[in-house]
């Protein structure tokens, strides 16, 4: 039986710098991304606190404020007793807030994302000087080890909001985004990330201005058109 020689086969091959790059790339934008996403959580947690305590302020200062309004107005024994129950209804519901608010402890959380924003940004730094790098295999994989671990040992996390939010902010983080869009579906996608972050931000707002507004309404109705009068 004759040897036959077989034909040599073609291996097409990616350059291994041009992979290690792209590698870099997205490592770099993902680390770059939960970076400002996360410094975007903590500073989204301590508005939200300093929110918490003005509208809890404005609460108790309205409180003290209806229950000086039969000191101040000729109100009948009905109406006193309507301001009465709106006091403890606001009351009650300052207190339920409190405690809430308390136990979310937004402050310690706020703190936990801003301390590992600042650890992934150890690491972008660091991608950000490997190429070129003897060693970029090794150290790639290093960072992504660390970089997921910096993710688990994370108690907390950021929202859906926040993603939203740098999303419409800075596009440019996530990797492909956007690249292939028209102009005006760019606009329309980044406002509605916009507004869907906001929405996500002060919707616990709802409640409490409801409570507030309605209350305000029907005690100004009390006093200005004399309703439970007699």
Not at 5 to 24: D, R
């Amino acid at each position: 039986m004759d040897n036959q020689t077989s034909p040599p086969k073609l291996v097409v091959s990616v350059p291994a710098a041009a992979t290690e790059h792209k590698v870099i790339d997205q490592l770099l934008n993902r680390s770059l991304a939960t970076k400002t996403i996360r410094f975007a959580a903590a500073s989204r947690l301590k508005r939200r606190k300093s929110l918490s305590y003005y509208f809890t302020s404005i609460l108790s200062l309205y409180v003290i404020a209806l229950s000086l309004l039969p000191n101040i107005f000729q109100l009948s024994a009905r109406q006193a007793q309507f301001l009465l129950a709106v006091t403890v209804v606001i009351s009650t519901f300052i207190i339920i807030l409190s405690l809430t608010e308390g136990a979310e402890d937004f402050s310690a959380k706020a703190e936990t994302l801003r301390s590992s924003a600042r650890e992934i940004q150890d690491i972008t730094f660091q991608l950000s000087s490997i190429r070129g790098s003897s060693e970029v295999e090794s150290k790639v994989i290093e960072l992504m080890g660390a970089y997921q671990k910096i993710l688990h040992d994370c108690p907390s996390d950021h929202s859906d909001g926040d993603y939203r939010l740098i999303r419409s902010r800075q596009p440019n983080l996530f990797y492909g985004y956007l690249e292939t869009e028209s102009k005006w579906r760019k606009f329309t996608k980044r406002l509605v990330n916009r507004i869907i972050s906001l929405m996500s931000e002060f919707a616990w707002l709802i409640f409490p201005m409801t409570i507030s507004i309605s209350s305000s309404v029907l005690v100004y109705c009390v006093l200005r058109f004399s309703w439970l009068h007699g």
